[in-house]
């Protein structure tokens, strides 16, 4: 059987965007090596709403396995927590023994304002793919899905970048919170594929600028995104992208 | 209620061409007069939104998450169907709606059912246009895997991360109307009730997730693509936050709720490991391509499955199934694991599980090829679990997966209450009594691109919508009935939590309308739900404000609707004394296990009619026969 222990947690509380947010103590015990970080916070929620004497910790989740990218937790200072390619869904208490002591805390950015305690406002990552994240295809005038070949190599560089579920783990890692990794891989993945190519230029300059306009900061290249990226999504992305938006810009054609 | 199912006259390959030309247009200059609600933004109703944006309607989008890229769609992994015949393996179109007619255990309607196999090749080149990166062969054209209940290789899949990528596709779509502003779309959302004024569908009501605050939206249709249902077990694959409360309350002002009790369970899933334990974690149908499923003969062996010799495992699958297999059907796949666990052959520490074993595909392929082909399946279940699958056979389930009930919808999907159409999961419409694999996709992309479309158009084209504000009563009624519950719950003031009500639920679910049905359970299942309604009236605890984020009032409200659809679930079951496709009743199967139909009396689609809930659910029942007019209905076989 598993064996339970104890986990004694620091986790960032704040009622409302604009109220002051603290660091409060909690001991969950009877954890089990088998939950998952989320289950071991439902389960802390459950003493919590017994006690009745404060309300439970609000946090993002939806799937629980590690694709929909809602959860967002940053854990002892990193995003996602300790283990690589892993979302906080997926982590499991396994990797932590009894008596540690964990802090929690949402994904902080300056485009990312915290709406309760650790769930946070990641709608500028919509509004970065609004302004150019897609193919304009109508619906209905596709042609065969054959007739547009893809070598294999490219298809499947294309999916490594595609399977980015916008977490936003890579701008909450950043020192300076760019969402170049992000960005970069939705450009990394259409602007390769035959069918992105004739809105590549326009695709690369509407993104980018919509990063900046979003208050995201420049990518200095620390690669700390690609290090907590939960889908290893490859900062070569990002070099992608500036070459991109070189040359869309430099070339002076109307984008 | 009426149910006409409105399917034109003619021969099945014509029907749906033959309607496209009946139905009536709305002008182009006049589509941007009309607002289409469309709730959801899955696959069925991201795609319904953005071709309905295309087409120049307005369309106010709704969903629950913080952003329309993360609907529960975006989980599925393993594939989806069309009848290209790219293997040249002899698919057809015939052949796709066969095998989709024949795995729901004929209880689904034909012309739908045709319908979506016509429509399927369409939805990849769609996907492909888009950029969506299907897996791929050397010379560049798409690949191909074969999926449960079908002898043809016809499932397009992208990575074990299909469900994801065909999502992000219909949702760049849906962005790029938001930037055209064809679409105002509304994140954080909860739908918490339909609004319907002179007979017709004219609106909702929602609650803002952030703020509480209880707002109004009007529009000329209503296309509800909210999901499926299948948290009313606690425990199931689906996504936290999905759930039946939008459907549900259409049921309450008066739409047909079709089928409730065909549930799917999936048969790989990870085990439960504990009572804390708040989801399921599916492992792809596509892994029985290469797994072979098994057992040790002996009861209660608790050698470690590499220590049992080859002649000491019991392949039940595919002994029983010769021709298919490891790819039977999910319900059979399903039912098969209870049976072999029910008689002590059952693994791992409950003893409810059983043996998924890649050990011959990596002697046979290597462990890069099987790596490439279920790579990040592998991690997901090392991650779980601890244990490494390429050392260790996996350790496998069925769980909860797949809601194949729904609301009623007729050809158009429309509801039976004109102005709202329903699409995707949350209709009853194309799986019967169990969907096959990769077929959920197809259908709400067919359902939502290239359905949806024309049919609220054929609606709107066809009313005159009159002068309506969102101060009509109707509204105002619908307000203060969401409002009215949210008080409630917070007046019971109880000490049972929302999740315990919730866990209690599902177990009576799991037990007594799960794999396996008996009249006597089922009516225990009756009485203890209604029991536990009624506690959770009188001693539910919703912590926290109303005029903030609040996530447990959230499942509170999801939870007291699980309560009443539950009791459905239970009727709907006990009522239909037939086994059909995953509707196992114990009274009805052969010596061999297997579901036994009962044409004669049970070949139609049971739509439940709301009638009130006052200690019990009181519900109409209502029958649309099934006709079979152009395949011959058949007891299934695998063997
Ligand atoms: C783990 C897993 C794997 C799967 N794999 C496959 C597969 O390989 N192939 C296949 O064909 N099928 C698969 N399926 C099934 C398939 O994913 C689903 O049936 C399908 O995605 C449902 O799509 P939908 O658009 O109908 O609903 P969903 O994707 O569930 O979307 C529902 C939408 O409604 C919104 N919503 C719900 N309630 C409200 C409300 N009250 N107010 C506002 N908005 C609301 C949600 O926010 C969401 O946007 C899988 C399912 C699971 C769980
Ligand atoms: S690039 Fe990686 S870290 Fe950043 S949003 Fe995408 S998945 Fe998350
Ligand atoms: S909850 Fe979906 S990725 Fe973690």
């Given at each position: 059987?598993?064996?339970t222990?104890?986990?004694?947690?620091?986790?960032?509380?704040?009622?409302?965007?604009?109220?002051p947010?603290?660091?409060?103590?909690?001991?969950?015990?009877?954890?089990?090596?088998?939950?998952?970080?989320?289950?071991?916070?439902?389960?802390?929620?459950?003493?919590?709403?017994a006690?009745?004497?404060?309300?439970?910790?609000?946090?993002?989740?939806?799937?629980?396995?590690?694709?929909?990218?809602?959860?967002?937790?940053?854990?002892?200072?990193?995003?996602?927590?300790?283990?690589?390619?892993?979302?906080?869904?997926?982590?499991?208490?396994?990797?932590?023994?009894?008596?540690?002591?964990?802090?929690?805390?949402?994904?902080?950015?300056?485009?990312?304002?915290?709406?309760?305690?650790?769930?946070?406002d990641?709608?500028?990552?919509?509004?970065?793919?609004?302004?150019?994240?897609?193919?304009?295809?109508?619906?209905?005038?596709?042609?065969?899905?054959?007739?547009?070949?893809?070598?294999?190599s490219?298809?499947?560089?294309?999916?490594?970048?595609?399977?980015?579920?916008?977490?936003?783990?890579?701008?909450?890692?950043?020192?300076?919170?760019?969402?170049?990794?992000?960005?970069?891989a939705?450009?990394?993945?259409?602007?390769?594929?035959?069918?992105?190519?004739?809105?590549?230029?326009?695709?690369?300059?509407?993104?980018?600028?919509?990063?900046?306009?979003?208050?995201?900061?420049?990518?200095?290249?620390?690669?700390?995104?690609?290090?907590?990226?939960?889908?290893?999504?490859?900062?070569?992305?990002?070099?992608e992208?500036?070459?991109?938006?070189?040359?869309?810009?430099?070339?002076?054609e109307?984008? | 209620?009426?149910?006409?199912?409105?399917?034109?006259?003619?021969?099945?390959?014509?029907?749906?061409?033959?309607?496209?030309?009946?139905?009536?247009?709305?002008?182009?200059?006049?589509?941007?007069?009309?607002d289409?609600?469309?709730?959801?933004?899955?696959?069925?109703?991201?795609s319904?939104?953005?071709?309905?944006?295309?087409?120049?309607?307005?369309?106010?989008?709704?969903?629950?998450?913080?952003?329309?890229?993360?609907?529960?769609?975006?989980?599925?992994?393993?594939?989806?169907?069309?009848?290209?015949?790219?293997?040249?393996?002899?698919?057809?179109?015939?052949?796709?709606?066969?095998?989709?007619?024949?795995?729901?255990?004929?209880?689904?309607?034909?012309?739908?059912?045709?319908?979506?196999?016509?429509?399927?090749?369409?939805?990849?080149?769609?996907?492909?246009?888009?950029?969506?990166?299907?897996?791929?062969?050397?010379?560049?054209?798409?690949?191909?895997?074969?999926?449960?209940?079908?002898q043809?290789?016809?499932?397009?899949?992208?990575?074990?991360?299909?469900?994801?990528?065909?999502?992000?596709?219909?949702?760049?779509?849906?962005?790029?109307?938001?930037?055209?502003?064809?679409?105002?779309?509304h994140?954080?959302?909860?739908?918490?009730?339909?609004?319907?004024?002179?007979?017709?569908?004219?609106?909702?009501?929602?609650?803002?997730?952030?703020?509480?605050?209880?707002?109004?939206?009007?529009?000329?249709?209503?296309?509800?693509?909210?999901?499926?249902?299948?948290?009313?077990?606690?425990?199931?694959?689906?996504?936290?936050?999905?759930?039946?409360?939008?459907?549900?309350?259409?049921?309450?002002?008066?739409?047909?709720?079709?089928?409730?009790?065909?549930?799917?369970?999936?048969?790989?899933?990870?085990?439960?490991?504990?009572?804390?334990?708040?989801?399921?974690?599916?492992?792809?149908?596509?892994?029985?391509?290469?797994g072979?499923?098994?057992?040790?003969?002996?009861?209660?062996?608790?050698?470690?499955?590499?220590?049992?010799?080859?002649?000491?495992?019991?392949?039940?699958?595919?002994?029983?199934?010769?021709?298919?297999?490891?790819?039977v059907?999910?319900?059979?796949?399903?039912?098969?694991?209870?049976i072999?666990?029910?008689?002590?052959?059952?693994?791992?520490?409950?003893?409810?599980?059983?043996?998924?074993?890649?050990?011959?595909?990596?002697?046979?392929?290597?462990?890069?090829?099987?790596?490439?082909?279920?790579?990040?399946?592998?991690?997901?279940?090392?991650?779980?679990?601890?244990?490494?699958?390429?050392?260790?056979?996996?350790?496998?389930?069925?769980?909860?997966?797949?809601?194949?009930?729904?609301?009623?919808?007729?050809?158009?999907?429309?509801?039976?209450?004109?102005?709202?159409?329903?699409?995707g999961?949350?209709?009853?419409?194309?799986?019967?009594?169990?969907?096959?694999?990769?077929?959920?996709?197809?259908?709400?992309?067919?359902?939502g691109?290239?359905?949806?479309?024309?049919?609220?158009?054929?609606?709107?084209?066809q009313?005159?919508?009159?002068?309506?504000?969102?101060?009509?009563?109707?509204?105002?009624?619908?307000?203060?009935?969401?409002?009215?519950?949210?008080?409630?719950?917070?007046?019971?003031?109880?000490?049972?939590?929302?999740?315990?009500f919730?866990?209690?639920?599902?177990?009576?679910?799991?037990?007594?309308?799960?794999?396996?049905?008996?009249?006597?359970?089922?009516?225990?299942?009756?009485?203890?739900?209604?029991?536990?309604?009624?506690?959770?009236?009188?001693?539910?605890?919703?912590?926290?404000?109303?005029?903030?984020?609040?996530?447990?009032?959230?499942?509170?409200?999801?939870?007291?609707?699980?309560?009443?659809?539950?009791?459905?679930?239970?009727?709907?079951?006990?009522?239909?004394?037939?086994?059909?496709?995953c509707?196992?009743?114990?009274?009805?199967?052969?010596?061999?296990?297997?579901?036994?139909?009962?044409d004669?009396?049970?070949?139609?689609?049971?739509?439940?009619?709301?009638?009130?809930?006052?200690?019990?659910?009181?519900?109409?029942?209502?029958?649309?026969?099934?006709?079979?007019?152009?395949?011959?209905?058949?007891?299934?076989?695998?063997?």
């Amino acid at each position: 059987m598993a064996d339970t222990f104890t986990i004694h947690l620091k986790v960032w509380r704040q009622a409302g965007p604009n109220k002051p947010g603290k660091l409060v103590d909690y001991t969950v015990d009877n954890v089990n090596s088998h939950m998952s970080f989320l289950e071991m916070l439902d389960v802390l929620n459950e003493q919590i709403i017994a006690k009745g004497e404060e309300e439970p910790i609000e946090f993002d989740y939806d799937c629980r396995e590690g694709i929909c990218g809602s959860c967002n937790l940053m854990i002892n200072g990193r995003a996602h927590g300790p283990k690589a390619m892993t979302c906080s869904c997926q982590l499991h208490m396994r990797n932590y023994s009894d008596g540690d002591t964990i802090t929690v805390e949402p994904f902080r950015a300056k485009a990312f304002p915290v709406i309760k305690d650790l769930v946070v406002d990641r709608s500028a990552f919509d509004r970065i793919i609004e302004s150019g994240g897609y193919v304009s295809v109508k619906t209905g005038s596709a042609p065969d899905a054959n007739s547009i070949p893809v070598d294999k190599s490219v298809a499947d560089t294309a999916f490594d970048y595609a399977t980015c579920i916008g977490c936003g783990a890579c701008v909450a890692a950043c020192p300076n919170s760019s969402a170049s990794l992000f960005t970069g891989a939705k450009l990394a993945h259409l602007n390769r594929l035959p069918q992105g190519e004739p809105e590549r230029k326009k695709r690369t300059v509407a993104m980018v600028e919509q990063m900046e306009e979003e208050g995201f900061g420049d990518c200095s290249n620390y690669a700390e995104c690609e290090a907590v990226c939960p889908k290893g999504i490859s900062i070569s992305a990002i070099a992608e992208m500036r070459r991109d938006y070189m040359k869309a810009t430099f070339a002076g054609e109307e984008v | 209620m009426n149910l006409d199912s409105k399917v034109p006259s003619g021969p099945l390959e014509d029907k749906w061409s033959k309607h496209l030309n009946d139905i009536q247009l709305v002008s182009p200059n006049n589509k941007r007069n009309h607002d289409i609600i469309v709730v959801g933004t899955g696959l069925a109703g991201g795609s319904a939104a953005a071709s309905l944006a295309e087409l120049g309607y307005n369309v106010k989008s709704f969903c629950i998450q913080d952003s329309a890229r993360r609907a529960h769609s975006i989980a599925a992994q393993g594939g989806i169907n069309a009848a290209k015949n790219y293997p040249n393996d002899g698919d057809t179109i015939w052949r796709l709606f066969y095998d989709t007619i024949k795995g729901g255990d004929y209880r689904s309607r034909e012309s739908n059912t045709y319908r979506l196999a016509q429509i399927s090749n369409e939805i990849i080149d769609q996907a492909v246009a888009q950029g969506v990166p299907f897996a791929r062969e050397y010379g560049g054209l798409l690949a191909n895997r074969s999926f449960g209940g079908a002898q043809v290789s016809r499932t397009f899949y992208a990575r074990g991360q299909t469900g994801q990528q065909l999502l992000l596709g219909a949702y760049q779509s849906m962005m790029r109307q938001v930037h055209k502003d064809k679409i105002e779309m509304h994140t954080r959302h909860e739908m918490l009730d339909l609004v319907v004024i002179d007979g017709k569908a004219r609106g909702i009501v929602t609650r803002d997730l952030v703020s509480g605050e209880i707002e109004r939206w009007m529009a000329d249709a209503v296309v509800l693509a909210s999901g499926g249902y299948g948290n009313a077990f606690y425990l199931s694959t689906n996504a936290k936050n999905s759930n039946v409360t939008a459907a549900w309350r259409c049921h309450k002002r008066g739409a047909g709720f079709a089928n409730p009790c065909y549930v799917q369970i999936h048969p790989t899933c990870i085990p439960v490991s504990g009572d804390y334990q708040s989801k399921l974690t599916l492992m792809s149908e596509s892994l029985r391509n290469d797994g072979r499923v098994w057992v040790p003969e002996e009861k209660d062996d608790d050698r470690h499955p590499n220590d049992i010799p080859e002649d000491e495992r019991y392949y039940y699958l595919e002994e029983k199934y010769p021709a298919f297999g490891n790819l039977v059907p999910r319900d059979v796949a399903s039912r098969n694991a209870k049976i072999v666990c029910d008689e002590g052959m059952g693994v791992g520490p409950t003893g409810r599980a059983v043996y998924l074993d890649f050990r011959d595909a990596i002697e046979r392929e290597g462990r890069q090829t099987i790596s490439e082909k279920y790579g990040n399946l592998f991690e997901m279940y090392e991650n779980i679990t601890g244990d490494n699958p390429y050392e260790e056979p996996m350790r496998i389930f069925p769980a909860v997966h797949y809601t194949m009930g729904g609301l009623w919808v007729d050809y158009n999907l429309q509801s039976n209450i004109p102005g709202l159409f329903v699409a995707g999961e949350a209709n009853f419409s194309d799986h019967g009594a169990n969907r096959l694999g990769a077929s959920a996709l197809m259908q709400g992309l067919s359902d939502g691109y290239f359905i949806i479309p024309y049919t609220v158009g054929n609606y709107i084209a066809q009313q005159d919508f009159g002068d309506v504000s969102k101060d009509h009563e109707a509204f105002d009624e619908a307000a203060a009935n969401a409002q009215g519950q949210i008080d409630k719950l917070f007046e019971v003031d109880g000490d049972r939590s929302v999740v315990d009500f919730h866990r209690e639920l599902g177990q009576i679910m799991w037990d007594k309308v799960g794999i396996s049905r008996s009249e006597e359970g089922l009516k225990e299942a009756i009485k203890q739900i209604q029991e536990l309604r009624e506690e959770f009236w009188n001693n539910v605890r919703v912590p926290g404000e109303q005029s903030n984020y609040n996530k447990y009032l959230e499942f509170a409200g999801r939870v007291a609707d699980f309560l009443e659809l539950g009791e459905l679930m239970a009727k709907d079951a006990l009522h239909r004394d037939e086994s059909a496709g995953c509707h196992l009743r114990e009274e009805h199967q052969s010596e061999e296990g297997e579901a036994l139909r009962n044409d004669e009396e049970y070949s139609y689609v049971a739509a439940w009619e709301f009638q009130g809930v006052n200690g019990e659910l009181n519900e109409e029942l209502h029958k649309e026969d099934l006709e079979f007019d152009f395949v011959e209905l058949k007891q299934r076989s695998y063997k």
